[in-house]
């Protein structure tokens, strides 16, 4: 519920007292478990994180024989949650609080190699990805253009969200990395599967 408050509210919106009374409880008894709004922001980020990898992780566990399906699927798993990060709520929490807007930052420094470091090794495995690339390059490509992209500049000048930026940058980067059987199977048009 935090989550979903903070992304409605943004962070100047968010208060400790309105989050008490949408969780049903005291202040008193919410900073008994967070010391500060920052504590439970922090928080948040941490836990999309985490669950981001997680589920990206299970998905790639689950379907190793089909790198199309596993592909689509852990992009449909990020960009579901790099939609919520609107130009507005990024620009809001640069400005009021960029220490937590470095912590978003961080969990990209995290979870792309992690994530896509991983997805292009099981492309390369299941012949779907060149075989010829550099895989840490590679993620630390991605991780910089992802990086660059998403600042609120960058997103101003082009008009797109974070979402349609991330879901554009990969489309033009899975083209060079895929190998042409990798290619034939995927089309930029068919929207990623989401899990729920």
Known sequence: ??????????????????LASALGMSK?????????????????????????????????????????????????????????LTPGFMADIERFAPHLAREIEALKDRNIPAVFGRLIELGIANGKVRRDV????????????????HQTESLNRSGLTMQ???????DLFLIGLLSPEGRAEYDPAVKPRTTE
């Open 1 to 18: 519920m935090a989550r979903e408050i903070l992304l409605a509210e943004n962070y100047s919106g968010l208060t400790m007292d309105a």
């Open 28 to 84: 008193k008894t919410l900073y008994i478990h967070f010391a500060s709004k920052d504590a439970i922001v922090s928080a948040i980020i941490d836990a999309t994180g985490r669950t981001v990898r997680r589920q990206a992780e299970a998905a790639m566990a689950q379907w190793t024989a089909d790198f199309t399906s596993v592909l689509r699927t852990v992009l449909g798993i990020i960009s579901i949650n790099v939609a919520v």
């Open 134 to 149: 550099d895989v840490r390059f590679v993620v630390e490509f991605l991780l910089q253009t992802m990086k660059s992209l």
């Open 164 to 170: 349609a930026a991330f879901e554009k940058a990969l």
